[in-house]
Each structure stands twice: as structure tokens, then as C-alpha cells.
């Protein structure tokens, strides 16, 4: 499997939270080379299941496949595009970048920006708001209007680069790397004996409100989830406990939302198969589709695998692939155990 074009393939696909389609028939081809049988829901999440033996516990894996993007709010007289945000974007990261406007076809445009040739000295001291910006496209105004609707989405271009050793830096690694961890997971399955049903789910709309993990975990009502994320990776000027090692493996969840035992088994499993790990301290909400999958129906034990992604939310989101291979092979060597031993996990 070749990590590196499958992260190109993967984080080129435009999926802005509720537009997932542009990657639907994509992840849908992936899933169907390990799973034995894949199918979507209502929601359009994409859900993969490989059968155990028949006598283990049912684990759902999810990734949520959407990624933060733009609207477009109005189109001026003039033929600039205005917009809105989905999703969480600083609008400073905004400014002359490359954008795709998923309109009746898609429209390449820039954002642009006032050069600083005209800025007044106030104007340079102001923080960047997204109302003021705009996408210029170059198209006339009526026939834009005739291409664009307000409410189409937009996404960054962000165009994948690999970088020095097994670094790799493009849009979207915020979840498409963990969508890839679990099709790792799916592939170690597919040559191991295990008794638990598994259920992986590329899950929808997380980045505004999760509800696509919170359907899916109803649906599935399984006995143990694993979310896999992102976290932040190390970076200058930012706090040291909140940030991780890129290249030192997934960052294991713990906190009172995340199932300690679940936690602890992984912590061993780690240690065990000598995958290198990091210990993520949760203290309250993850910012993840973990709260969302844990408490559905009766309540679900899940825990938390993150991979470690600097400059989350941006158009450069930056990791190393090694990371991407030992959190799926962590949640392969987790959801091998013993049916009993997995059992055992559930009672205090």
C-alpha cells in the first residue's frame, strides 16, 4: 500500500463538512478491497464491516472523512464572491490563497488581498475578519451567477507535498490521515484471525457538531468504539502540553470521558508490539466525535487514538506517515485479542 499517493489521492478530494460526496465513491473503493461488505447510511456515512469468528464483541472504528472549508454568502454586483466559514478557519491563514468553488462545475478563484502598497497604518494593525474577504474568479458576473449558488461549498487547494524523510504536508490530513490509519487497521485484519465484528466507519460532519459519529454509533450500537483524530503536533511557540512529537506514534486518549481500561489495554498492547505511543491528557470534552459516540443509547466505552498534525486547519497540515501506520496497526493489534480478554475490558 503506498501511503504517500493515497494521502495525495485522499486529501485532494473536497469534502467540506456536509458536501461529502466528493470523496464518497473513493473511500467507498478503498474500504471494499478489505471489508467484507460496505454500504453508506442515511447520512452518508461510509461503513465497512469485517466479520470475526462469531463469538466476539462488536467494535465500531471511526474517522471522520469531512474536513473545514467555505460558503459562499453572496455574490456582488461586481463579480467578487463573498463567504462564510464551516467549520473552525482562522481567516488570517485565508489571505491569497487558491480556492475551489463546488458550484454547478468547479471554479478555480484566489481570495484576495490588499497589498500593502495601499494599506492605511490602521489597516495593517487590524486583525483579519472573513467578512472581508472575497474570491475573485475572473468570470463575469452574470455568468457566474448562472455557475455559482449562494450556499455552494469551497475548499482551500492546499496541494499535497512530501517533504524530507516521512513527512507529508497538504489540506485535510485533519481526519484524512486517521480515514488511512483505519484502512491499515482493515489490512492487518484481513491476514489475522479475530473474534470481534468490526465496524469502520468514514464518518460525516464532524467538524460542525459530530453528528455524523452520533448517528452512526446509534445505528451500530457496538460495545467498544475507537475514535481516531487528530491531535496538534509540535510546533515553536506553543504550550508543551499541548502538542505532540511527529514520528514518536499515535497519541493514546486518557480522561473521564475516555473508557480507562480501554486506555490501559492500549498502553499494554502498545508496549507489547513495540509501537511507539504518546499519552494524550483529556481532562474534559476531546474536541472529537468521542463525546458524541460515548454517549449514545445506553453509553458506549470508547477511547481515543490521535495522530499527531501540525498546523491543523490550515491548507499545509503536516505529519509524518509512520504515525499514520502505527495508529492503525495499534487499533489491528487492539481489536485482535481474545474475545474473553475483550470482554474482560467492560467490567470494573
Not at 32 to 43: I, L, M, Q, R, S
Not at 72 to 95: C, P, Q, S, Y
Not at 155 to 166: A, D, E, I, M, Y
Amino acid at each position: 500500500m503506498d501511503y504517500t499517493e493515497l494521502l495525495k489521492k485522499l486529501s485532494t478530494s473536497s469534502a467540506v463538512s456536509g458536501q461529502e460526496n466528493g470523496i464518497f465513491s473513493f473511500v467507498k473503493s478503498i474500504f471494499e478491497e478489505y471489508c467484507d461488505h460496505v454500504e453508506a447510511d442515511k447520512f452518508f456515512n461510509i461503513i465497512g464491516f469485517k466479520k470475526g469468528s462469531g463469538n466476539g464483541k462488536k467494535v465500531m472504528i471511526t474517522a471522520h472523512c469531512d474536513e473545514i472549508g467555505l460558503m459562499v454568502k453572496d455574490i456582488e454586483d461586481n463579480g467578487f464572491v463573498r463567504v462564510t466559514t464551516v467549520g473552525g478557519i482562522d481567516a488570517r491563514i485565508l489571505l491569497a490563497q487558491e480556492v475551489v468553488i463546488h458550484g454547478k462545475k468547479d471554479l478555480y478563484g484566489v481570495i484576495g488581498a490588499k497589498p500593502p502598497h495601499l494599506l492605511k497604518p490602521e489597516e495593517a494593525q487590524k486583525a483579519v475578519k472573513i467578512k472581508d474577504l472575497y474570491i475573485d474568479t475572473g468570470i463575469e458576473t452574470s455568468k457566474l451567477k448562472e455557475m455559482v449558488s449562494i450556499g455552494d461549498t469551497i475548499t482551500l487547494k492546499g496541494s499535497p507535498s512530501v517533504l524530507q524523510g516521512s513527512r507529508f504536508s497538504s489540506k485535510a490530513m485533519d481526519n484524512r490521515a486517521s480515514v488511512l490509519a483505519m484502512v491499515e487497521t482493515m489490512k492487518q485484519l484481513s491476514t489475522r484471525k479475530h473474534d470481534a465484528d468490526v465496524y469502520f466507519v468514514a464518518t460525516v460532519q464532524e467538524e460542525v457538531g459530530a453528528a455524523g459519529a452520533e448517528i452512526a454509533a446509534y445505528n451500530i450500537d457496538p460495545d467498544i468504539a475507537i475514535v481516531i483524530d487528530a491531535c496538534h503536533g509540535e510546533m515553536p511557540d506553543c504550550p508543551k502540553d499541548s502538542i505532540f512529537s511527529l514520528g514518536k506514534g499515535p497519541a493514546i486518549g486518557v480522561g473521564p470521558v475516555l473508557h480507562r481500561n480501554l486506555y490501559r489495554k492500549l498502553v499494554d498492547v502498545a508496549k507489547e508490539e513495540n509501537i511507539p505511543y504518546q499519552i494524550d491528557v483529556e481532562p474534559g470534552n476531546t474536541g472529537t466525535e468521542a463525546w458524541e459516540t460515548q454517549v449514545s443509547r445506553s453509553g458506549i466505552p470508547t477511547a481515543l487514538l490521535s495522530i499527531p498534525v501540525r498546523y491543523m486547519h490550515t491548507p499545509v497540515e503536516t505529519l509524518d506517515v509512520n504515525d499514520v501506520k502505527n495508529t492503525g496497526k495499534l487499533a489491528a493489534d487492539f481489536v485482535s485479542m481474545p474475545a474473553k480478554e475483550m470482554e474482560g475490558l467492560l467490567c470494573f
